[in-house]
């Protein structure tokens, strides 16, 4: 195979490649419209849990309805499921360091606060 | 009907895809490897916008209580007005992958119009705090709370302001090479917004201080 012919393959490769980055092989618009019920459903369900006023119970399934909404929107909306995965390590990355470093910051305010 | 998916620029360059995407070494279009670094970037940001008002909410010496200027339900409905804008953008870049400038056109003017009306929503409410008593610096919890919930307002608008200039470049047939990546790059932004403002309406609004 003559070098010419090799870049072309990797360039061949690399256009798949991307091809797949792209919403083709993502969910119909009829999934994408169930997903956002499925949302705004969740969301009516959070607002039940916070009138409901239940204490700690209502916390945490606040926050879990919360995480669970933010990864169905990054995952189906945003296509990060269908993507390359250094889209995903690039975002995960600033995500999960964000919820690290300002948690170990909280963390310390609690902790001189008391 | 002009085509967004197939630029005859692109055609037959080896260094963009039928998007004409640009591709560096990693065989991945540079302006959404850009995109998706910025937004991992502004997690950052959001991030210690949130703390900080989570660290401060409670510190009120005088002025009015979280719960005393709270609407929930009228941010219940902002909330919602905001999720469905991220459907009609999914449904424009979808349309834009399709190649349907109409759609994706259609699309886009709802975005943004859903968009503006969140924006309206939190000019009403920051006015309508204002007169209960809440200003800039009442209390610490109105400062992180303003300074929060501005930063995702003015990104908001930022991102009507890239939908109606998306609306305007159709219509004047200008999208640079045909590229639906372009549609797609402020989808992302959009969409980010939108996770924001499920953590903010969680961690703000619904979770009692």
Not at chain 2, 2 to 28: N, R, Y
Request: with cysteine; hydrophobic share 50%; charged share 10%.
């Amino acid at each position: 195979m003559s070098t010419s012919t090799a870049t072309e393959h990797a360039h061949e490769d690399a256009s798949h490649e991307s091809h797949g980055a792209h919403a083709h092989n993502g969910p119909s618009d009829g999934t994408m419209v169930k997903i956002a019920v499925l949302l705004a459903v969740l969301t009516g369900i959070e607002i039940v849990f916070a009138e409901a006023k239940l204490g700690p119970a209502s916390t945490w399934a606040l926050i879990i309805l919360m995480i669970v909404k933010f990864v169905v929107v990054v995952l189906y909306f945003m296509h990060l499921k269908f993507d390359a995965k250094l889209f995903s390590y690039l975002f995960w990355a600033g995500a999960i360091l964000a919820v690290a470093v300002y948690a170990a910051a909280m963390a310390c305010f609690q902790m001189f606060a008391s | 009907m002009a085509d967004l998916a197939v630029s005859p620029v692109a055609a037959g360059h080896d260094a963009h895809d039928d998007h004409g995407a640009h591709h560096g070494s990693t065989g991945l279009s540079n302006n959404k490897l850009a995109m998706w670094l910025f937004l991992g970037s502004d997690c950052l940001l959001f991030g210690g916008l949130i703390s900080t008002y989570m660290l401060y909410r409670g510190r009120v010496a005088e002025g009015p209580h979280p719960e005393d200027v709270y609407n929930i339900p009228f941010t219940s409905v902002s909330s919602f007005v905001l999720l469905m804008s991220s459907l009609t953008m999914v449904l424009a870049v979808t349309s834009a992958h399709r190649g349907d400038v109409k759609r994706t056109r259609l699309w886009l003017i709802a975005t943004a119009l859903l968009g503006a009306t969140f924006v309206g929503g939190q000019v009403f409410e920051f006015t309508e705090m204002y007169y209960k008593g809440l200003g800039y610096t009442t209390s610490l919890f109105s400062s992180s709370f303003y300074t929060l919930t501005g930063f995702h307002g003015v990104h908001v608008t930022v991102g009507v302001i890239m939908l109606l200039s998306l609306v305007a470049i159709t219509l004047r047939g200008r999208i640079p090479g045909n590229r639906a990546e372009v549609v797609e790059l402020v989808g992302l932004y959009w969409h980010f917004v939108d996770i924001v403002w499920i953590v903010i309406f969680t961690l703000v609004y619904l979770i009692p201080s």
